[in-house]
């Protein structure tokens, strides 16, 4: 009688394991080296820096915040009878500028911002008008007002990140950002919203750090809200006089941070 064999019984050949094994430890070698490799920790970023450099991009919406006078609800009022509204838009822009980041610790930064930033202000002033083919007789025509700016922009801001984890952290950014407009008073008095040329705003927002190998990339949102009033009276579109008792700006801005 043949003796019973394990090979024989279920029908194995050892070149068969060889094979198999043999990809069995490739594929865990493999495993392994992706797996290692996924938490490599980038060092750049200059974290451990106690002065590090950059620069950044900048993409922002920006608009006034306009508020009546008491006069612009009394219908004894002047030339205001023919007011509607003075609605003022979000308009696009853009602006560039440097990193300057000191180390606090490991999770607060102080960084020093300067910019360039280039900014259009759009209102509508809506004003009845006589129209036979509207209701009652009365019609509204829409005047549009563009004021254009250039400003260099000196923001101060706290910077709070949370532990990094891997190649990430989150952040939340906040300060005050003294702005100054390029073009002298007797300039901006000729547009048709008349501004002042010195600003603060108070500047909130939050990020991403994302370490790479080369170099640190942070996006971030910022909302920027200003707190003076920037409304040089006597000078804007004589059909608004005495209709404004305040004007400041707003804008909300995407920050693609290098560093």
């Known amino acids: 009688m043949q003796n019973a064999h394990i090979w024989h019984k279920f029908n194995i050949r050892w070149y068969k394991v060889i094979l198999v094994s043999l990809a069995l430890l490739f ?7 992706a797996q290692q490799k996924s938490f490599i920790f980038n060092p750049s970023g200059s974290d451990n820096e106690p002065l590090s450099y950059g620069f950044f991009l900048a993409a922002h919406n920006s608009s006034l915040r306009i508020k009546y ?3 612009f609800l009394n219908p004894d009022y002047p030339n205001l009878d ?5 609605m003022p838009s979000f308009s696009p822009g853009f602006a560039l500028g440097f990193l300057v980041t000191a180390r606090l610790h490991d999770q607060f930064n102080l960084m020093f911002t300067p910019k360039v930033g280039f900014y259009e202000y759009r209102t509508e002033l809506q004003l009845f008008t006589d129209d036979p083919d509207a209701i009652n007789g009365v019609g509204i025509n829409a005047v549009p007002l563009l004021t254009e700016e250039t400003l260099v922009e000196i923001p101060l801001l706290l910077k709070y990140k949370s532990q990094r984890f891997n190649n ?30 010195t600003d603060v705003a108070l500047e909130m927002g939050m990020g991403f750090d994302l370490y790479f190998k080369f170099f640190k990339f942070s996006p971030e949102i910022r909302f920027s809200h200003g707190l003076m ?31």
């Open 168 to 197: 990430t952290r989150m952040f939340f950014i906040g300060g005050l950002n003294g702005q100054f407009r390029t073009k002298n008073q007797e300039e901006a008095n000729e547009d048709p919203v008349a501004l002042k040329g």
């Open 27 to 33: 594929f865990q070698n493999n495993l392994v080296k």
């Open 229 to 259: 009033n920037l409304y040089q009276e006597g000078y804007s579109d004589e059909r608004m006089t005495g209709a404004i008792s305040s004007i400041k700006r707003k804008s909300i801005t995407i920050y693609l941070n290098f560093q």
């Open 69 to 71: 006078a008491d006069n």
């Open 82 to 86: 023919k007011v509607r509204a003075i």
